[in-house]
Every structure is written in C-alpha cells, then in structure tokens.
C-alpha cells in the first residue's frame, strides 16, 4: 500500500499515512495541532534494508558535532528548514 505525506501549513508537522490509493484523503488533521494538513508530492524510493541509513548518512554531514541530531523525517525537514537549507516545501536556497 502507498504511504502519503501531509504537510500542515500551521505548524509545519509531517504526517504518513498509509491506505490504498482508493482511500487517500487530500486533506487530513493535523497530529501536533489540529488544523487542517494537506497532502503533498514524495519522491520515495524503495526502501533498501542493506542500504545505509539516508537520516543517519545525512546528519553525519549537516548536523555539528554536539548539536542533537534529528531522529524522524519531519525533525529533519524542521532542521533544514530551521538552518536556511532549504524552504517549507523542499525547495533549495
């Protein structure tokens, strides 16, 4: 089944949902905050098991040593976002 990504414009929380494509919403509630999240575009791949860790690999090379390193993909969208790298829905800086 398809994994779908929601985007909230309130506060910027991610959020996967996962149902068949008969079943996806262009809209969901937001988790963190309640409003109203809408679905975007994600360029997932197949998910490689003997593949390294994308997050970790990332983060080796973003994050300083010593600053608390992002644990999900909605932390490390914040992160990016936070730092100037890149604006709320993806595009670079």
Sequence with gaps: MPIYEYECPECG???EDICPMSGRKDIITC???GGDAK??????GIVN????????????????????RP??????????SDNGIVE???REV
């Excluded at 098991?49 to 608390?68: F, H, I, M, Q, T």
């Design 13 to 15: 929380a991610i959020t």
């Design 31 to 33: 988790n963190e905050c």
């Design 39 to 44: 679905r975007t575009m994600s360029f997932r």
């Design 49 to 68: 098991p003997d593949a390294p860790n994308w997050l970790g690999s990332a983060c080796e090379l973003l994050v300083p040593d010593g600053e608390r």
């Design 71 to 80: 644990e999900t993909r909605a932390e490390y969208n914040r992160y990016l």
């Design 88 to 90: 709320r829905g993806g």
